[in-house]
């Protein structure tokens, strides 16, 4: 059989390869399906030798992924996503508690302390809701429990209003919670998101009002005392790290892993100032630290742990169900942030900050103003058409995006690079648990 030379250009770009060591798999990139191969096909991938002379591939292996190709198609191509606000950030309370030293929104204020009025407040889920089968509010701030009484008003306007259904989320620092308000939450099925980030981060990023002592045992002790509580609502973890914490990344997550059943999800700081902001170097290290966590937990065939990590875990939800155009986030989109003044803003991140308003509780939603993020999440512009994510992703975080560029449309190297890791990791434990637990992929 004669051999073919490694041409970049050739029928093999559909292809991603990838391993954990013991496995082999190929993700057909245009329909996100994977398929298992033998090691050799697997290392056809390379374009060098380890000689640094050009690799050759037998013929037959292209022509298998050439017929693997056909048959599975070219997949959907990029399509413009509806406006569709099924979601928003109901920002009750811009202030808070602590002083969270990478806080985006300042000291939780947004730059000014305000509380939203019940009025304005069911106004803006009344006209964004109207006419829509389903409809989601998360509980946001600052501390979205220091105005718990609108957050009892907007549920209660909520389940009167029959022609839409509503769920609902919070999140809080958990330093105000008790046993009335874990009550309420649990009666009305709202689920809620603790901000901690692990003894050691917490104690360096999560500061009380004085900005001297630290909430981490606070929290902690919070959590413990209405762990059953917390557990019967769901309760999932949101870690942030800065880039003063990046060191204790690792044992933040196996730490919280390890205290809590709660599902996990983290979050880097992206921020203007450089002193919390993750940059390029510190990337590498999260990646690091999340690829060891991941490894060991693969290892120690612990998958269900493993798919705590809410993060890997969602990856691997998209790869088994074969999903493709998937949006990172769907800002502007599906989803919006509406401040204590009834402004609309693109996200929460861009709650108070004038170029990203999209709109307002009076005058409703600029949707010609959006059409432009609308138009870049569909568009098939560099560098994402030459990236294996585009269809995973479609563009970035708008507010990293910013940050980095100072454009909304240029993607953030920072936010590709740790995304790129965690898809990684997630093709690799994929392997693994569908070689060990198959079934356990049906739960995602």
């Known amino acids: ?59 037959e292996v292209a022509s298998f992924l050439q017929r693997a190709h056909e048959a599975l198609g070219p997949g959907t191509p990029l399509t413009k996503e ?25 000291d939780g204020n947004y730059g000014h302390d305000s509380t939203m009025h019940s009025d304005l407040a069911i106004k803006a889920v009344e006209s964004l809701s109207k006419g829509k089968k389903r409809f989601h509010i998360a ?25 839409t259904s509503y769920t609902f989320g919070m999140t809080t620092n958990a330093t105000l919670l008790n046993s009335t308000q874990l009550k309420f939450l649990k009666d009305h099925a709202i689920s809620i998101k603790i901000s901690y980030d692990g003894d050691k981060a917490q104690a360096k990023q999560r500061l009380l009002m004085d900005k001297k002592q630290n909430a981490a045992a606070l929290v902690k002790k919070k959590m413990i005392k209405f762990k ?12 942030t790290i800065s880039k003063n914490a990046v060191h204790d990344f690792a044992d933040s997550i196996e730490g919280i892993l390890s205290d809590f059943s709660a599902k996990l999800s983290y979050s880097k700081v992206a921020s203007s100032d450089i002193s919390q902001s ?20 693969i290892e120690k065939k612990d998958f269900k742990k493993l798919l705590r990590i809410t993060n890997i875990a969602a990856s691997l939800r998209i790869i ?9 986030c769907g800002a502007g989109i599906g989803y919006m942030s509406v401040s204590t003044k009834g402004e609309y803003f693109l996200c929460h991140r861009f709650t108070e900050s004038a170029e990203e308003k999209i709109g307002d509780v009076r005058s409703g939603l ?29 563009g970035g975080c708008f507010q990293e995006n910013k940050l980095k560029h100072g454009s909304w449309f ?24 569908n070689a060990e637990d198959p079934k356990l992929l049906e739960s995602l």
């Open 1 to 59: 059989m004669q051999d073919k030379l490694w041409n970049p250009g050739s029928q093999l770009l559909p292809w991603k390869p990838f391993s954990n060591g013991k496995q082999y798999g190929l993700l057909h990139l245009p329909t996100s399906t994977i398929i298992q191969v033998e090691k050799s096909i697997f290392e056809s991938f390379e374009p060098m030798e380890p000689s640094g002379v050009p690799r050759t591939i037998p013929l």
């Open 82 to 106: 509806p406006i569709n606000i099924v979601s928003i950030a109901l920002n009750v309370e811009e202030s808070c508690n602590l002083r969270c030293t990478y806080c985006y929104a300042g």
């Open 139 to 163: 509980f946001f701030g600052g501390e979205p429990l220091l105005n718990f009484p609108l957050i009892k008003e907007v549920v209660a306007w909520c389940e009167q209003n029959k022609e």
């Open 228 to 239: 059953d509580e917390l557990e019967e609502l769901n309760m999932s973890i949101r870690a």
């Open 278 to 297: 993750i940059d390029e170097q510190d990337v590498e290290l999260l990646g690091d630290a999340l690829s060891k966590t991941v490894h060991s937990l």
């Open 320 to 328: 088994h169900r074969g999903y493709v155009n998937r949006m990172t």
């Open 366 to 394: 600029d949707l010609k103003k959006l059409e432009q993020f609308q138009d870049y999440r569909s568009g098939n512009h560099a560098p994402c058409n030459t990236c294996w994510m585009q269809k995973y992703c479609r």
């Open 410 to 433: 240029e993607p953030s190297v920072i936010f590709c690079r740790l995304q790129e890791i965690e898809l990684s990791l997630a093709l690799e434990a994929y392997l693994a648990i």
